[in-house]
C-alpha cells in the first residue's frame, strides 16, 4: 500500500484519508467569498482537522469555468498569511496549496506547504516539475483538458479514461527524468474539461488507473455532475456527494477531497468496514 514520506512527515494511504478544501476565493462555485478573513480560514481549517481532515488543500484561485484570472501577486497576497498562521496553529497537520504556478508553489514551501496540488498537471507553467524536484514535496497531478476559461467549451475524447491515463503516463516519465519517482499523487480532475457522460465514464472506471502506480485522488464534492442529473444547486449537493465518494471509495480512491469533511470521514469509515 502507499505510504508517502517527505522531510520528516509521514502520510499513511493504508486506508484512504480526507482532504478539506479551504478556499480563500471570493468566486469559488460553491464556497466563494465564506472564507475571506484571516480568521474565518483559521476557525474553517480547525474544524476539519478536529472532524478528522488529514490534509488541508489552501486555494487562492478559483478554477470554476470562466473564472475570473488572478495575478501571482494576488494570489500570493490571498495565500501567505493564512497558510502562516495555519504552519504555527498546527504545526502537525498536512498542508497543501492548491496552485499552478511554480512561484507560488516556491513561496508556499518556504512558508510551510507540505504538498502541492496542480490541477494542471505541469501544463500550465514549464517550470513547475524542475520546481517540484527541488522542493522534494508531495505533488498531486490532476488531468485537465484547456484551461478554466474554455475547458466546458466542448470538451472531447474519444476514450476519456486511455486518454487520461496516456496524459499521467506521458507526465509521469517526465518527473522521473528529473529524478521524481515517489510521492505523486494522480487526479483524473473530474469536471475539468469533461462533460456530464465522461465523468460517469471516469468514475465508472476509475480502478483503471490503479494501474499506474500512484495513490488517487476524487475530487467530486457537490459539483455538476452531481447538480445537473439531480436538478439542484450545489448547496443541495451533499447526499448526491456522498453516495459519489463512497462510489469512488470502492472503486480505489486513496484520497476524498471535500468541502464537508464529517460526512467523508464516515464514508470512508463505513466503506472501510466492508472490507474488515
Known amino acids: 500500500m502507499f505510504e508517502l514520506k517527505w522531510k520528516n512527515k509521514t502520510l499513511d494511504l493504508s486506508k484512504p484519508v480526507v482532504m ?3 478556499n480563500l476565493t471570493p468566486d469559488s462555485f460553491y464556497d466563494g467569498g465564506r472564507n475571506e478573513g484571516l480568521n474565518n480560514a483559521i476557525q474553517l481549517a480547525g474544524k476539519m482537522i478536529e472532524e478528522g481532515a488529514a490534509i488541508i488543500d489552501i486555494g487562492a484561485v478559483s478554477t470554476k469555468p470562466n473564472a475570473m484570472d488572478v495575478s501571482v501577486e494576488d494570489e500570493w497576497a490571498r495565500l501567505k498569511d493564512v497558510l502562516k498562521e495555519l504552519r504555527v496553529n498546527y504545526p502537525d497537520a498536512i498542508l497543501s496549496v492548491d496552485t499552478y504556478r511554480a512561484s507560488i508553489a516556491r513561496r508556499a514551501a518556504g512558508f ?3 504538498m502541492i496540488n496542480d490541477i494542471s498537471g505541469g501544463q500550465f507553467d514549464e517550470r513547475m516539475f524542475e520546481t517540484i524536484a527541488e522542493l522534494g514535496l508531495p505533488y498531486v497531478m490532476m488531468h485537465i483538458q ?3 476559461a474554455n475547458m466546458q467549451q466542448n470538451p472531447d475524447y474519444s476514450d476519456v479514461v486511455e486518454e487520461i491515463s496516456t496524459f499521467f503516463k506521458n507526465q509521469l516519465s517526465k518527473l522521473a527524468a528529473l529524478g521524481v519517482t515517489e510521492n505523486i499523487i494522480l487526479d483524473p480532475g473530474f469536471g475539468f474539461g469533461k462533460t456530464v457522460e465522461h ?5 465508472r472506471r476509475f480502478s483503471e488507473l490503479k494501474k499506474l502506480g500512484c ?5 467530486l464534492s457537490r459539483k455538476s455532475m452531481i447538480n445537473k442529473v439531480l436538478e439542484i444547486q450545489a448547496e443541495d449537493a451533499l447526499n448526491g456527494t456522498t453516495v459519489l465518494n463512497t462510489t469512488a471509495l470502492l472503486n480505489g480512491a486513496n484520497i476524498l477531497r471535500v468541502h464537508d469533511v464529517k460526512e467523508a470521514v464516515e464514508a470512508v469509515k463505513l466503506v472501510g468496514k466492508l472490507g474488515s
Open 146 to 148: 484547456g484551461t478554466p
Open 215 to 219: 495513490p488517487l485522488l476524487a475530487g
Open 199 to 203: 465523468n460517469y465514464q471516469l468514475l
Open 20 to 22: 478539506g478544501v479551504l
Open 112 to 114: 510551510g506547504a507540505d
